[in-house]
């Protein structure tokens, strides 16, 4: 009886809740003054809430506040049941229609401001949260209306939103109310769930329906943020809630929006707020437990059991990986320790980790394998995941039973790390990623656990020579690294050291990688670069910079004069008399203190040794290799006496080349000197190049893919060819000064250039013209002169005067740069492409000799850019892009030769001459057109696609290239075109099918 009184008086108080709405619907329609509407509504909204009337009165008409002050009021109980009939029922719904369009349109702007809070937006503010939302939302994409002002009617739904919502704590009101949400027999968990995922829905929807202008609280950014403290803080005061159903719901709620605020690309906000009220609580935990803390006090703990119930509840994957991932960069933002970070991914996913399949792949899949951590994070997943102990337990663990977990992802780890095609395909950042959890699961793994497992010992092995062989110092670092910790664990009284930066006690897993401000890896001074020389370097290591400095210096020499007259023999000895000269005066000077002192003999051998002067004797001595100090003594002197370019160097070019290429360095130099005697060498065969470039290029390109030469050698030739090029690309010459004056210079004072000279006998008269008479056309003119005696006569001396210029010679003369290369370029370079992807017995480019491929390929770039604005660029530039274009060159495996690949074409684009390419396309060549769409379209793959940064960076430069190319290239071409037309010059009808695209545009030419 008691509930059928119940529901009938609900069902009395809903009819009268619907009528008086009604009645204000009605009398708002009627309305001719704002004061009417404030009425109106005032009167419905005394009887919904505790209304202070004086509060209005005051800023109305006096017409109207005896009708404000004589509105009915309902006592506490009854108001209580309107506000439930109006907000559950279908009267807010059909009143808030009518206050935020035709109230907002037409009568809010006049509202006083005590009425505008008291009376319009007390009806959003003080009602059901949920409803409210529901009915606010959808109005800010209203529609545009003739009689609606729609800018008026979004704006003001803005403000009521961030009011609501944010000013007064509406979303923490949403997830109170859930938690209370009325249950009933027929209520099931499906209903909860879908008004929970509905209301969550809605509200994170919010920053994405907004206008532009929209207040800065509803951008997404500020957005998340306000509500998601809301919630966190709403959570932590309702820990006293004791019924597990109430809480399970409010928390259904929280992990809904933070699953929604994940989705939407906004988890960083998420956990920027969620990890220092996390790792505040565990700081809190550590300081009052001075034991060991076990996970006792933690699973005790009723926050941390409220973390955790939060973390149940969220369903989605996506979201516990996002909120995994940035909440392991938060920690490392925020400088946690080791202890501290492993409690706090305990409290949050130890029990997923258990029960859900997900999360722990997650974790040892996704994380170790996929992603890319700094150290410090990535020691905690290994801590957390795969060790499964705190680390303030370590070293009790030590020496005992490892895990399972751990052999099994040392597994995984290095069967990944052994792949040949991970080392040439993954970027370094991921290499050295996995190589550091490689690294640091090893460190914790015995000799005994080692020989449990299978194929952990084949791996590292295989690994290792893999990475040595890679041209990046970087990567050969990180097989070093991983030899010295396997064979500690093997041996760890013989550590093998393969690398001088490995002899400190700890190991630098980050290889000297940075940690961006996102908390990843990222390549600094550390990642290896081809340089301007072609070869390859680490930042920081002064020793190749030193070396490079040194061959610069030495490859500089100073012009002669060409009628100097030189001794070969005194070319290269000067320096060392210099030094015999210093010595003998220091030691005269020393006998004068005392004649007892003992003679150094060791002097005597200077005088001893045998002094080259002839290139034939240089090539004899290079050939017994079983004399060091003779070859030792020839390298020194090679290089000047080439430079002097002796007669016979023509006929010995190829011999001395061939027999330089063959001298083994390290078996005549002196230990610790190699890399000396090898710039000689180096030095000597650029020079030779240098002075006689067809002679010794021929014999060079037969060594090149000669069986008879190693990997090293190749290189060099390779280098040596980079080297010349430059050099006779920047060569310097000497030109006479440029002579100011006329063009028609006088002997002695100025006359006009018809007139005869002035010199004669001494006393002699001028010149005068005789006209004849004999005929009437005078193909000549005659002039005559008096002359005096010829005992007068002036006696003309021996010495001739041939040129008005100075006789000194480097005055009148200047250095003149002119490049010589495209003569040569020939030469250098078709019979080096000529065969590359042949595979002969010990040369196979294609495969296992990648570094000499790059090192051809950039050698050929450098020639086309020697070559550059000359003739012979247009006619070489084809056949290279031909190699180029060759998918086991463009598309080969590893990065060093896609980015010699790169390299190559940018110097293409750098070194044809827009008028050139205008004019192939004019004549019907499309060979350059055709290559140059292919770089373009190339490029744009590598950008897209490559996984090596060096190589997607070099391509977005490569495509500023071709787009400047192909602008200047259609200016050239219109200019062409327009030139023809004046002339009525018909084109070549393969005009059409060359195209010169320019990125980023629709434009063709």
């Not at 460190?443 to 890679?470: A, F, N, P, Y």
């Not at 210096?553 to 015999?580: G, Q, R």
């Not at 327009?978 to 030419?1005: C, M």
Request: hydrophobic share 40%; proline share 4%.
């Amino acid at each position: 009886m008691e509930a059928a009184a119940a529901a009938k008086r609900r069902r009395e108080v809903e009819s009268q809740v619907i009528e008086k709405v009604g009645e204000v619907i009605r009398e708002i329609e009627r309305a001719k003054h704002v004061e009417q509407v404030i009425c109106a509504l005032h009167s419905l909204a005394v009887l919904l809430f505790p209304i202070d009337s004086s509060l209005i009165s005051g800023s109305i008409d006096e017409r109207y506040k005896e009708q404000i002050v004589s509105a009915k009021v309902h006592a506490a109980n009854e108001r209580d049941d309107w506000w439930s009939a109006f907000y559950q029922g279908a009267a807010f719904p059909t009143l808030a229609r009518v206050l935020v369009l035709d109230v907002a349109s037409n009568w809010l702007t006049c509202f006083p401001l005590s009425a505008k809070k008291h009376i319009y937006d007390v009806f959003f503010v003080n009602g059901l949260s949920i409803e409210v939302v529901q009915v606010l939302v959808p109005f800010l994409q209203q529609s545009s209306s003739n009689h609606l002002d729609v800018n008026a009617i979004q704006s003001n739904v803005e403000r009521l939103l961030v009011v609501c919502l944010l000013d007064n704590g509406g979303v923490l009101k949403m997830a109170i109310h859930l938690a209370v949400f009325p249950k009933s027999e027929d209520t099931t968990n499906d209903k909860f769930k879908s008004a929970v995922s509905r209301v969550a829905q809605i509200v994170t929807s919010i920053p994405d329906k907004a206008r532009l202008r929209a207040p800065p609280l509803l951008s997404s950014h500020l957005f998340f943020k306000q509500i998601t403290i809301q919630l966190l803080t709403g959570m932590v005061e309702r820990l006293a809630i004791t019924n597990k159903s109430d809480i399970d719901v409010n928390l259904s709620f929280l992990g809904e929006i933070f699953s929604r605020i994940a989705r939407r690309g906004s988890s960083d906000v998420l956990l920027s707020e969620v990890t220092p009220q996390i790792l505040r609580h565990v700081r809190s935990c550590l300081s009052s437990n001075t034991d060991v803390v076990e996970t006792n006090a933690f699973e005790s703990n009723p926050e941390s059991q409220l973390w955790l119930k939060l973390m149940e509840a969220i369903t989605d994957p996506y979201t516990i990986e996002r909120i995994a991932e940035q909440l392991l960069r938060q920690l490392a933002t925020e400088h946690a320790s080791d202890i501290e970070a492993y409690w706090v991914l305990w409290i949050l996913f130890h029990h997923l980790l258990k029960f859900r399949s997900s999360v722990r792949s997650m974790f040892v899949d996704k994380f170790l394998l996929w992603k890319v951590f700094p150290v410090c994070c990535l020691r905690w997943i290994l801590q957390f995941a795969v060790l499964e102990y705190s680390p303030i337990n370590d070293l009790q663990t030590k020496g005992h039973e490892t895990t399972n977990g751990l052999l099994h992802t040392a597994e995984r780890l290095a069967a990944v790390w052994s792949k040949r095609d991970f080392v040439q395909s993954a970027p370094l950042e991921q290499q050295a990623y996995i190589t550091a959890a490689l690294g640091l699961c090893l460190e914790k793994m015995s000799k005994e656990e080692l020989d449990k497992t299978k194929d952990v010992m084949h791996s590292i092995l295989q690994g290792v020579s893999c990475r040595l062989e890679s041209p990046a110092d970087l990567v050969r670092k990180m097989a070093s690294t991983i030899a010295l910790v396997f064979s500690k664990v093997v041996d760890p009284k013989n550590p093998l050291y393969l690398d001088d930066s490995c002899n400190g006690e700890s190991i630098d897993w980050e290889f000297g990688l940075t940690t961006s401000e996102k908390g990843s890896l990222s390549i600094s001074n550390a990642e290896n670069k081809i340089d301007e020389t072609g070869t390859s370097q680490t930042a920081g290591s002064g020793k190749g910079r030193d070396v490079k400095s040194k061959s610069k210096k030495s490859s500089e020499f100073s012009l002669v004069d060409p009628d100097e007259i030189i001794d070969p023999v005194t070319l290269n000895y000067e320096s060392v008399s210099d030094e015999n000269d210093d010595d003998d005066a220091s030691q005269n000077s020393d006998s004068s203190d005392s004649s007892l002192q003992p003679y150094d003999l060791a002097d005597d051998d200077t005088d001893l040794k045998r002094k080259f002067s002839q290139l034939v004797d240089v090539a004899g001595a290079l050939r017994k290799s079983d004399d060091a100090d003779g070859v030792e003594m020839a390298l020194d002197v090679a290089e000047s006496l080439i430079r002097a370019s002796p007669d016979e160097l023509t006929h010995l070019a190829g011999d001395l080349a061939r027999t330089l290429i063959q001298v083994r360095c390290s078996d005549v130099a002196v230990e610790g000197e190699e890399e000396s005697t090898e710039e000689k060498r180096q030095r000597a065969l650029i020079a030779l190049v240098v002075m006689r470039p067809f002679e010794s290029l021929d014999t060079l390109n037969k060594l090149l893919y000669s069986p008879n030469v190693d990997v090293s050698q190749r290189i060099m030739i390779l280098d040596v060819m980079t080297l010349a090029a430059e050099e006779l690309a920047n060569a310097k010459t000497m030109k006479p000064k440029h002579q100011t004056g006329p063009l028609i210079s006088t002997i002695s004072e100025p006359q006009p250039w018809f007139l005869p000279s002035n010199t004669g006998p001494l006393g002699a008269g001028s010149w005068k013209q005789v006209s004849d008479t004999g005929t009437l056309l005078n193909y000549s003119n005659r002039y005559e002169r008096e002359l005096p005696l010829k005992g007068g006569h002036v006696k003309r001396g021996k010495t001739r005067r041939w040129s008005l210029r100075s006789g000194n010679l480097h005055e009148n003369q200047v250095e003149w740069s002119q490049n010589k290369f495209p003569l040569y370029a020939a030469a250098f370079m078709l019979p080096a492409m000529q065969g590359f992807d042949k595979k002969r017995h010990g040369v196979d480019l294609l495969g296992r000799d990648f570094l000499v491929l790059g090192k051809l390929i950039y050698m050929l770039g450098v020639c086309m850019k020697c070559a550059s604005m000359h003739p012979e660029a247009s006619v070489l530039a084809p056949l290279l892009l031909d190699m180029l274009r060759s998918r086991e060159v463009s598309h080969h495996k590893e990065a060093y030769v896609r980015r010699a690949v790169l390299f190559a074409a940018s110097c293409v684009l750098v070194a044809l001459h827009p008028s050139s390419i205008a004019s192939s396309l004019v004549e019907g060549n499309i060979e350059i057109s055709e290559g140059l769409e292919w770089i373009r379209t190339w490029a744009l793959h590598v950008a897209d696609s490559d996984t090596d940064r060096e190589c997607y960076t070099m391509a977005v430069s490569c495509l500023q290239l071709h787009s400047e190319m192909a602008l200047l290239a259609s200016r050239a071409l219109e200019s062409a075109e327009s030139t023809f037309k004046a002339k009525s010059i018909s084109l070549s009808s393969d005009l059409s099918k060359g195209t010169i695209k320019i990125p980023n545009s629709n434009v063709e030419y």
